[in-house]
């Protein structure tokens, strides 16, 4: 009779444990589905930051977040523009990923963070992305480090946002965007 006292109370209380584990963490901001967290933080270095397109240099000491993943891709996934050169000697750093190359910036292509490069799973995948009313569709050629900056081999940029579509001129002139911001809301989605 003890012994079944004792594991109906062990029950009781490991189910009273589990619940209330499981809506602590419900409750915690951040750690629902579709919910990307930086993984830690990369020390900044300054260097050598070439600002033909006003990139963010790194700064010595302070710390930027790092990111593995990105928001979930849906039919129209919420991201942020930024302008880059893939052209040799200009803000992108070194050749593209995906082809080790480098691109005129009358090409349609881009760089996506590092969650939604997916190991260069989307190497020459065209997207659509969208914004000012047009759409337009550009070929991943590039990762945009979410992880590692603040280096010779990123322009002694720090790491890109989780959120990030990275693309060339080209693609900010079909959108009509202004260069000058260097920044837009947008949507894309894969083709």
Known sequence: MATARALATMAVFLLVALSTSHIASSLRPGLGLGVCRASGYLPGKSGNCEKSNDPDCCEDGKRYPQYHCSPPVTATTKAVLTLNSFEKGKDGGGPSEC???YHSDKE??????TGWFKNMARCGH???????G???YAKVVDECDSVY??????NYEPPCANNIVDA???VWNA?????NVGMEGITWSDE
């Open 126 to 132: 065209r997207i659509k992305i969208s914004a000012n």
């Open 168 to 170: 060339s001129p080209a």
């Open 108 to 113: 349609m292509v881009v760089a996506l963070s």
């Open 175 to 179: 959108l009509g965007l202004d260069q």
């Open 134 to 136: 047009k759409s337009v």
């Open 99 to 101: 082809d080790n190359s």
């Open 149 to 154: 900056g603040c280096d010779e081999d990123h």
